[in-house]
């Protein structure tokens, strides 16, 4: 276990709920990792205000002041490189990002995705599983590359789709899933037991399966 406190710096553009799982399961784990900035480009994200009540630094970088995507993704890098982050998670981060930036951040950035990928890549994932007749749904965590929604897969859940369901309440069980997934993989990471090999995510050591560590019911 790496005897310095993982920095890590969270971007969003929401609520932020996947921020509180991240404060809430630091605090009860006393661990290894600690929130250092929460950074939004959008200034009445309200994850913002959960960061606040935390005690946890907040910027704003709205994108609309910039004249084009890697201008804004070169002013974003250097606000948060100022944190001097281990790992940069986004937690509902509505910005394709840079190929310079994903470059920039390589091995140290991770991101959550409600659908088992490689399934339903982009949006509308629900809707787009129930569409299909699928059986099974459910949200990944993966580290971050300039393939969209493409990384080497950490840590998957599943979760069964119910006769009944609509968009709405089978997004509501897979969220409550990935607040158990992302929090998980973020102590791997700042335990020093998850890192991005050269052919991909390794957990202790050992290379993850295509599909990442999978949880099911």
């Given at each position: 276990?790496?005897?310095?406190?993982?920095?890590?710096?969270?971007?969003?553009?929401?609520?932020?709920?996947?921020?509180?799982?991240?404060?809430?399961?630091?605090?009860?784990?006393?661990?290894?990792?600690?929130?250092?900035?929460?950074?939004?480009?959008?200034?009445?994200?309200?994850?913002?205000?959960?960061?606040?009540?935390?005690?946890?630094d907040t910027a704003v970088l709205e994108h609309?002041?910039?004249?084009?995507?890697?201008?804004?993704?070169?002013?974003?890098?250097?606000?948060?490189?100022?944190?001097?982050?281990?790992?940069?998670?986004?937690?509902?981060?509505?910005?394709?990002?840079?190929?310079?930036?994903?470059?920039?951040?390589?091995?140290?950035?991770?991101?959550?995705?409600?659908?088992?990928?490689?399934?339903?890549?982009?949006?509308?994932?629900?809707?787009?599983?129930?569409?299909?007749?699928?059986?099974?749904?459910?949200?990944?965590?993966?580290?971050v590359t300039e393939e969209l929604d493409g990384?080497?897969?950490?840590?998957?859940?599943?979760?069964?789709?119910?006769?009944?369901?609509?968009?709405?309440s089978l997004a509501q069980r897979v969220h409550?899933?990935?607040?158990?997934?992302?929090?998980?993989?973020?102590?791997?990471?700042?335990?020093?037991?998850?890192?991005?090999?050269?052919?991909?995510?390794?957990?202790?050591?050992?290379?993850?399966?295509?599909?990442?560590?999978?949880?099911?019911?």
């Amino acid at each position: 276990m790496p005897s310095k406190t993982c920095n890590v710096v969270v971007l969003l553009s929401g609520s932020g709920s996947n921020l509180q799982a991240l404060i809430d399961s630091i605090h009860a784990e006393h661990g290894s990792a600690r929130i250092r900035a929460v950074i939004s480009n959008r200034p009445d994200a309200f994850g913002l205000q959960r960061a606040k009540a935390a005690g946890i630094d907040t910027a704003v970088l709205e994108h609309g002041g910039f004249d084009g995507r890697e201008a804004f993704d070169a002013a974003l890098m250097q606000l948060i490189d100022g944190f001097a982050p281990d790992l940069v998670v986004l937690a509902g981060f509505m910005r394709i990002l840079s190929g310079a930036f994903v470059r920039h951040y390589q091995g140290r950035l991770l991101n959550i995705h409600p659908s088992l990928l490689p399934k339903y890549k982009g949006l509308h994932t629900h809707q787009r599983a129930l569409d299909a007749g699928d059986a099974e749904h459910g949200c990944s965590v993966h580290f971050v590359t300039e393939e969209l929604d493409g990384g080497p897969l950490v840590v998957q859940a599943v979760v069964a789709v119910a006769p009944g369901d609509d968009a709405q309440s089978l997004a509501q069980r897979v969220h409550q899933q990935e607040h158990q997934i992302y929090p998980l993989a973020v102590r791997w990471f700042a335990e020093g037991r998850l890192r991005l090999g050269e052919q991909g995510a390794l957990l202790d050591g050992q290379p993850l399966a295509a599909s990442g560590h999978l949880i099911r019911p």
